[in-house]
């Protein structure tokens, strides 16, 4: 029996079996394979444009005896074709982190209508939100969450147009604000402000404990490999550093390959993007909107 499982409807359960959230978690409790999964992966609800996640979550959280062996749980996987990601109706979490102290990963997809209350969890290693634009609010959530054995935080941050209403002093106030002694991996990508991430990052406090850095997929310049080019030699834990999906020159990148290599640290910078003129402007998109 694995110990993984996804649960997911395509488009004809739904409209032929009159299938939605609310079924969904029906079926996983009555389903015989439960017990023995660790892992659970909710994927298409039926028209999840249209219907939230809300009553899988309350229905995990008023379950909990049956998903506490559960220790890893991902709501919302599901590509563009079945849903676009802005268009993922999310729900409120704040019950779940009670519900389930054991869960050690949890992984979001989507963050319309998302929001994450007030975090507390002893347990949890792992937490990634993937979306085309996150809330500030939810950025607050996380500054202000206790999380004392988190070690990978990744966050989409995505742009204006779906759901990021924030700026970079929100970034920043997060990591500011947050505790997390055991934090070894951070993610801040996917941004249409990715320079200026760079620089809050390179100069947060976690930068002297994380062994990963993820700065991809967002609209990284030649200001922000300047940046990396420049701090990351002073900081020989950070092992690997991915800016996959980028704006960098190729003799930035050039410059970057020697300067990690000189310092044994490895870094990922495929998918080289070119920018886009337009009326006089220059256009960046990050790789994840819509």
């Given at each position: 029996?694995?110990?993984s499982k996804?649960?997911?409807?395509?488009w004809?359960?739904?409209?032929?079996?009159?299938?939605?959230?609310?079924?969904?978690v029906?079926?996983?409790?009555?389903?015989?394979e439960?017990?023995?999964l660790s892992?659970?992966i909710?994927?298409c609800?039926?028209?999840?444009?249209?219907?939230?996640?809300?009553?899988?979550?309350?229905?995990?959280?008023?379950?909990?005896d049956?998903?506490?062996?559960?220790?890893?749980?991902?709501?919302g996987d599901?590509?563009?074709?079945?849903?676009?990601?802005?268009w993922?109706e999310?729900g409120?979490?704040?019950?779940?982190?009670?519900?389930?102290?054991?869960?050690?990963?949890?992984?979001i997809?989507?963050?319309?209508?998302l929001?994450?209350?007030?975090?507390?969890?002893?347990?949890?290693k792992?937490?990634e939100?993937?979306?085309?634009?996150?809330p500030?609010?939810?950025?607050?959530?996380?500054?202000e969450?206790?999380l004392?054995?988190?070690?990978?935080?990744?966050?989409?941050?995505?742009?204006?147009?779906?759901?990021?209403?924030g700026?970079?002093?929100?970034?920043?106030?997060?990591?500011?604000?947050s505790?997390?002694?055991?934090l070894?991996?951070?993610?801040?990508?996917?941004?249409?402000?990715?320079?200026?991430?760079?620089?809050?990052?390179?100069?947060?406090?976690?930068?002297?404990?994380?062994e990963?850095?993820?700065?991809?997929?967002?609209t990284?310049?030649?200001?922000?490999?300047?940046i990396?080019?420049n701090?990351?030699?002073?900081?020989?834990?950070i092992?690997?550093?991915?800016?996959?999906?980028?704006?960098m020159?190729?003799?930035?990148?050039?410059?970057?390959d020697?300067?990690m290599e000189?310092?044994?640290?490895?870094?990922?910078m495929?998918?080289p993007?070119?920018?886009e003129?337009?009326?006089?402007?220059?256009?960046?998109?990050?790789?994840?909107?819509?």
């Amino acid at each position: 029996m694995a110990d993984s499982k996804k649960y997911s409807y395509d488009w004809e359960e739904y409209e032929e079996g009159n299938k939605d959230a609310k079924t969904m978690v029906e079926e996983i409790l009555a389903d015989p394979e439960l017990p023995g999964l660790s892992e659970v992966i909710i994927g298409c609800w039926g028209e999840s444009w249209d219907n939230s996640a809300q009553a899988i979550i309350d229905g995990i959280i008023e379950n909990k005896d049956k998903f506490s062996h559960i220790k890893s749980l991902f709501v919302g996987d599901m590509d563009f074709e079945e849903c676009e990601v802005s268009w993922i109706e999310q729900g409120n979490y704040e019950g779940l982190w009670a519900a389930l102290p054991q869960l050690e990963k949890l992984t979001i997809k989507g963050s319309t209508n998302l929001s994450l209350g007030k975090i507390e969890h002893e347990n949890l290693k792992s937490l990634e939100i993937i979306c085309g634009g996150l809330p500030k609010d939810v950025l607050a959530s996380i500054g202000e969450s206790k999380l004392p054995n988190l070690e990978k935080l990744a966050l989409y941050i995505g742009v204006e147009d779906y759901g990021f209403d924030g700026d970079i002093s929100d970034i920043k106030g997060m990591l500011d604000k947050s505790d997390f002694p055991k934090l070894k991996a951070l993610g801040i990508k996917d941004s249409e402000i990715q320079d200026e991430v760079v620089e809050v990052v390179m100069a947060c406090k976690y930068i002297d404990q994380v062994e990963l850095l993820e700065l991809c997929y967002g609209t990284l310049t030649d200001k922000g490999g300047e940046i990396l080019l420049n701090e990351l030699p002073k900081h020989k834990n950070i092992k690997m550093v991915d800016l996959e999906y980028h704006y960098m020159s190729e003799k930035m990148m050039d410059q970057l390959d020697d300067m990690m290599e000189a310092n044994d640290m490895d870094i990922q910078m495929s998918d080289p993007q070119e920018e886009e003129e337009w009326d006089g402007e220059i256009w960046r998109y990050p790789m994840l909107t819509e």
